[in-house]
């Protein structure tokens, strides 16, 4: 019966979308619950009759988790956060550093700026594209890559936490979404 339920729920819903006050922007309910779901209702999220509340101490609980995934994979890339950051001193620490990553200093891939890019979207193309080049089957290659998308996904959520953070207030988050149903078609049976 909850199948019959749960299709009955998504024929009414896959057409409706609110707007989110933050952005403007249009969000599909079944899509963003879908993606929502996946990361912030077992790490922040209380549910309870009452309905869906920010639960500050699991959040609390990742922001510390995941600042310790940060600095300890900062030690094994030899990095400092404050080096990891900044276009010009990661440019830098890659070009002079003794590390076997250095080997890969003339095919990096720049910025406009002639920095090495440090986008995890970037350097993972790059990477696949050359997965063929020896440099790129050293071990300790991989590993340090491994270790830099690593800490780039766990700033990214740290990130993402400190601005969650911030719109918060009792234990509510604020501004709320104004929620409307802008097209809504009939069922048809």
Same mark, same amino acid.
């Given at each position: 019966?909850?199948?019959?339920?749960?299709?009955?729920?998504?024929?009414?819903?896959?057409? /409706?979308?609110?707007? &989110?006050? *933050?952005?403007?922007? !249009?969000?599909? =309910? %079944?899509?963003? $619950?879908?993606?929502?779901?996946?990361?912030?209702?077992?790490?922040?999220?209380?549910?309870?009759?009452?309905?869906?509340?920010?639960?500050?101490?699991?959040?609390?609980?990742?922001?510390?988790?995941?600042?310790?995934?940060?600095?300890?994979?900062?030690?094994?890339?030899?990095?400092?956060?404050?080096?990891?950051?900044?276009?010009?001193?990661?440019?830098?620490?890659?070009?002079?550093?003794?590390?076997?990553? /250095?080997?890969?200093? &003339?095919? *990096?891939?720049?910025? !406009?700026?002639? =920095? %090495?890019?440090? $986008?995890?979207?970037?350097?993972?193309?790059?990477?696949?594209?050359?997965?063929?080049?020896?440099?790129?089957?050293?071990?300790?290659?991989?590993?340090?890559?491994?270790?830099?998308?690593?800490?780039?996904?766990?700033?990214?959520?740290?990130?993402?936490?400190?601005?969650?953070?911030?719109?918060?207030?009792?234990?509510?988050?604020?501004?709320?979404?104004?929620?409307?149903?802008?097209?809504?078609?009939?069922?048809?049976?």
């Amino acid at each position: 019966m909850f199948g019959y339920q749960l299709l009955h729920y998504v024929q009414d819903i896959q057409y /409706s979308y609110y707007c &989110n006050t *933050w952005t403007g922007e !249009k969000q599909h =309910y %079944f899509e963003t $619950s879908y993606r929502l779901d996946q990361v912030l209702v077992p790490l922040f999220l209380d549910i309870s009759l009452q309905g869906l509340s920010v639960s500050t101490e699991n959040l609390e609980k990742v922001h510390l988790e995941n600042e310790h995934l940060i600095n300890e994979t900062l030690s094994k890339l030899d990095l400092t956060l404050d080096i990891y950051r900044s276009s010009n001193k990661f440019t830098e620490f890659i070009q002079s550093t003794m590390q076997p990553i /250095s080997s890969l200093a &003339n095919l *990096w891939p720049k910025t !406009k700026t002639e =920095y %090495f890019n440090r $986008s995890q979207k970037t350097l993972s193309s790059w990477v696949t594209q050359h997965t063929a080049n020896p440099l790129f089957k050293n071990t300790e290659i991989v590993e340090w890559f491994t270790n830099f998308f690593t800490l780039a996904k766990a700033d990214s959520l740290g990130k993402f936490i400190q601005t969650f953070q911030q719109h918060i207030q009792n234990n509510q988050i604020y501004p709320l979404w104004d929620l409307m149903v802008v097209y809504k078609p009939s069922r048809v049976t």
